[in-house]
């Protein structure tokens, strides 16, 4: 998939499709734009593949649990370039706070309130037939014989 053929989609088929909205999608371009141009201020190789693709590369990676490999054959690139590419998506990302998970003492302060949702794993035996010399399979086969 590339970002040519669904930057065309109604915004409904773009979420759906990459898992953020087009407005999401600006947001992080914009943020790794300003991520790629601090990467090659002391020089370096631009990348041949566009930046909205690198996202949709690792946008796909995420939601989808797809393989590297899997990733990598799509755009027509080694494996080991797709991980370095979707590595250093996430870490862009990361770095500009704005999609950025909050830290446990965020989640400790006393202002939190939460919403909890319990669901109920405990563990049930499974039924199954006793293992006993009779019920076995080379004894039925030589009861039979």
Known sequence: MRYETI???PC????????????????????LTVAERKHHE?????????????????????RE?????HVAGTYGISESRCYDI????????????QFHL???????APNTSFEVVL?????????RPKKNRKNSIPAKRSATR
Do not use: Q
């Open 7 to 9: 930057k065309k989609l």
């Open 12 to 31: 409904s088929d773009f979420r759906r499709m990459t898992g953020v909205k087009p407005k999401t999608f600006g947001t992080m371009i914009g943020v």
């Open 86 to 97: 979707i590595k250093w998506v996430e870490d862009a990302l990361i770095k500009d706070k």
């Open 119 to 127: 669901v109920d794993a405990t563990e049930t035996p499974c039924e």
């Open 102 to 108: 909050p830290g446990k003492k965020a989640l400790l």
């Open 42 to 62: 002391k020089g370096g190789k631009w990348s041949e593949i566009p930046l909205e693709d690198r996202l949709l590369m690792a946008l796909s990676y995420w």
């Open 65 to 69: 649990y797809r393989t590297y490999f």
